[in-house]
Nanobody, 123 residues
Framework: VQLQASGGGSVQAGGSLRLSCAAS???????IAWFRQAPGKEREGVSC????????YYVDSVKGRFTISRDRAKNTVYLQMNSLKPEDTAVYYC??????????????????WGQGTLVTVSS
């Protein structure tokens, strides 16, 4: 199980970025979660999409601004981030615990991780 996260960058507040989490070596039928970790803070669950696209989760701080989606043809999960705020600045990771539905929001329950991608939002 290999995941590769990409799409981070530097934007000004109010801008947008789209993160990608590409799977290799397996069909992306598992639930995929996005976590983020800001300097000095614990890793936080941001969003998740289950095998059924209606099974989604967003942390309250990103509701209405972030959208998670899945492209089965590309074996990729996306996190569209709009109206970015400086407090969204963090390293973002995608992960799976090989469950079909979104479940735990605790990063310690996830075994498979992509490498992080840095998102920096300036005010």
């Amino acid at each position: 199980v290999q995941l590769q996260a990409s799409g981070g960058g530097s934007v000004q507040a109010g801008g947008s970025l789209r993160l990608s989490c590409a799977a290799s070596g397996f069909m992306l039928t598992y639930a995929i979660a996005w976590f983020r970790q800001a300097p000095g803070k614990e890793r936080e669950g941001v969003s998740c999409i289950g095998n059924g696209e209606t099974n989604t989760y967003y942390v309250d701080s990103v509701k209405g601004r972030f959208t998670i989606s899945r492209d089965r043809a590309k074996n990729t999960v996306y996190l569209q981030m709009n109206s970015l705020k400086p407090e969204d600045t963090a390293v973002y990771y995608c992960a799976t615990d090989r469950a079909f539905n979104c479940g735990s929001k605790d990063y310690e329950d996830y075994r498979y991780w992509g490498q992080g991608t840095l998102v920096t939002v300036s005010s």
